[in-house]
C-alpha cells in the first residue's frame, strides 16, 4: 500500500517551478540509473524514463506528443564532440537536441555525461534557459551521486542555480552551468520558506477562529445567564404577589 502524501508534500510538489522530467537512459552505456530516477520521484518530481532502445526517433516522437511538456530534460549517458550517445551507436546533435527542447517548452537542460559543456553554450546561444553539462570526464559513481544531490536540493530549495552550487563535486571546474542571459532565480522563493509562510498563515488563521469561536461561546453564556436571570425574577416576582 503506497504511504499517503502529506498536505506539506502535496503543497510543495504544486508549487515546485521545476516537476516534470523527461529521464532519457540509452541501454548499452553501461550506467545503472535505477538509484537516481528513485530519488527523484521519492522527491515528489513527475518523471518520464526513457530507458532501453532510446533512438532519436524515438526521443522526436515522445516530443511531438500531445501535450507534451516537460521542464527537464535530463540525459545519463556518455558523449563525445560530434553528438550525445543514444542506443545502437547512434549520436543525437546539438540540432536535433535544440528541436526536442523546444518541442517540449524545456527550461532546463541536465547532460550528465563527460564533454559536454560546448553543448551547453551552444544551446544558451540558441535560447535555452538554463544548461548543466561537464566538462572533463567524471566516474559514473560522480554523475550519479551529483544529479542525486541535484535534485534533492532542487526540492528543497526551488532554484536551479542553488541545487547546482549545492551539488556539484568539491574538484573545481567539472560541472558547468550556462544560461542565455535571461534567466532569473528572483521569483523562485525556497520551497520551504514559502510553505512555512503557508503554514503559518494557516496557523494563524486557525488561532483567530479560535479567538472568534471563544467570543461567541461567551456572548452565548451571558445570553443564556441572563435568560436565566429574568425567568427566576419574573418566578420571584410571582411569589410576592
Known sequence: ?????????EYMI?????????????????LNVSPEIDTIERLGFSVRSVEGDVTSDRLFN???????????IHFATHASE?????SHAEKLSKG??????RKVNAKVIFLNACETSDFCHWLADNDVPVTIGVKAEISDTVARHTAQVFYAKLAETND?????KLSKPADIGIYVLVTDGNYTNAINQPILDRFDKFERFIVNSMEENNKTNSRIRWLQV?????????????????VLH
Open 160 to 164: 536551479i542555480r542553488s541545487a547546482y
Open 14 to 30: 504544486q508549487i515546485m517551478e521545476y516537476k516534470r522530467i523527461l529521464f532519457i537512459a540509452p541501454s548499452g552505456t553501461g
Open 96 to 101: 536535433g537536441l535544440l528541436q526536442i527542447a
Open 222 to 238: 451571558g445570553t443564556g445567564l441572563l435568560i436565566i436571570s429574568q425567568i427566576i425574577m419574573s418566578a420571584w416576582m410571582g
Open 82 to 86: 560530434d553528438g550525445i550517445l543514444l
Open 1 to 9: 500500500m503506497p504511504k499517503p502524501v502529506t498536505i506539506r508534500e
Open 62 to 72: 515522445i516530443a511531438v506528443e500531445s501535450g507534451a511538456q516537460y521542464d527537464i
